[in-house]
């Protein structure tokens, strides 16, 4: 459960202490202000897994869809291998469909496991300005390198996971969009995740964040 949900957070994680004063966050400011009338999203994800007892990454492809407020589904492999969703009525599932089973977490089940934070940060969206964005992560460092800038930052506040040790976005310098998240985790693992054909505002009907669980063995936690 705990590494689901931090592959999860780590896909849309995008969105204090004192910055060093050197920092230029225009980038950062630019990016916010891009996403701003992004209400939904539906993009593509390339995965690897960094291991520290495996000298090969793993790798997997998968989608995922996003609305605003916290509704979303993201699959992996295809056929899929593993699908996570989020629904209205704030159970979260991950369903594995070729052994038939899945479980299903009430809201107050995801909050007890360390790495609940992921849900919580896509259910509250997308920050609405810099401060909001200050309040939930620190800047670790911002460097610019052909054409995108990479944004190293450590979650804190409430509810920020002990587990994950810094994430890096890569920021686009003319789009101002998110091209790929690296979630670095304190065990010495980390996961890449990169994006393409990004679809914003796009109409996603309601049934892509429900599942017919009939046949499957369910537990509910």
């Known amino acids: 459960m705990q590494h689901r949900l931090l592959m999860i957070a780590g896909i849309l994680l995008g969105l204090a202490v004192p910055l060093r004063a050197e920092l230029d966050l225009a980038p950062v400011k630019a990016w916010i202000a891009q996403q701003a009338e992004v209400k939904s999203f539906i993009v593509d994800i390339k995965q690897e897994r960094h291991l520290r007892t495996v000298k090969k990454p793993l790798e997997s492809v998968g989608r995922f869809w996003f609305v605003q407020g916290g509704a979303f589904r993201w699959q992996a492999g295809d056929p899929p291998k593993v699908v996570a969703l989020m629904n209205p009525k704030e159970e979260f599932s991950l369903i594995y469909p070729a052994k038939k089973t899945a479980e299903v977490f009430s809201q107050a089940a995801v909050e007890r496991e360390d790495a609940g934070q992921g849900i919580a940060f896509l259910r509250a969206g ?4 810099l401060e909001a964005f200050l309040e939930r992560f620190e800047v670790l ?9 990479n944004l190293e930052v450590k979650p804190i506040g409430p509810g920020a996971s002990f587990a994950v040790r810094k994430l890096v976005m890569v920021l686009h310098q003319t789009t101002h969009r998110l091209g790929a998240m690296q979630v670095h985790l304190r065990d010495g ?3 890449n995740n990169v994006f393409s054909g990004l679809q914003e505002n796009a109409v996603i009907p309601a049934s892509q964040f429900s599942y017919d669980l009939g046949g499957y063995e369910v537990k509910r936690r």
């Open 126 to 129: 997308f920050p609405a300005s």
């Open 141 to 149: 460092d911002l460097k610019g390198a052909e054409g995108w800038d």
């Open 189 to 191: 693992s980390w996961v």
